[in-house]
């Protein structure tokens, strides 16, 4: 089961372990071990139009995505396993509307998607992960 660390995300890179032993003599030897954290799921590839979005996620396991944002129709997917797949997520009447207008500027819309992937097992937490998508 993964938990999320006190500033954020398990999932957004590797943990430090560091730890030290202190013998009779006094000599003191320590080490910094790079822990990788495994059952995360990925986004492994993404695209936008001026009215969707289309990201590939990865999940470790069965379980239930969720992704969502601003100006985005949140979109609950189940998967069956440990799979890829493509999911579609549509703007909302109101960012598409502020997506012409920016264009009309020449400038983009970004939008931070949550991708949240929850196991299938019992007990299990949702782990989030976060993708910025440019609206053009």
Known sequence: MLFRSANGSLCEGSVDLSSSIRA???????HIAK???TGCPQVTAHRTTSRHATITVKTPAAGIVKVS??????TTVRF???ISRK?????TKAGRALVRRLHA?????????SVS???RARGSAAVP????????
């Open 105 to 113: 500027e020449h400038r983009t819309l970004r939008v931070r998607v």
């Open 35 to 37: 822990i990788a954290v």
């Open 80 to 82: 069956a396993g440990a």
């Open 24 to 30: 009779q003599s006094g000599k003191v030897v320590s």
């Open 69 to 74: 944002g601003r100006y985005l129709r949140a």
């Open 87 to 91: 999911l579609r997520i549509r703007l």
């Open 129 to 136: 992960i976060y993708v910025t998508l440019a609206f053009r």
């Open 117 to 119: 992937f929850t196991a």
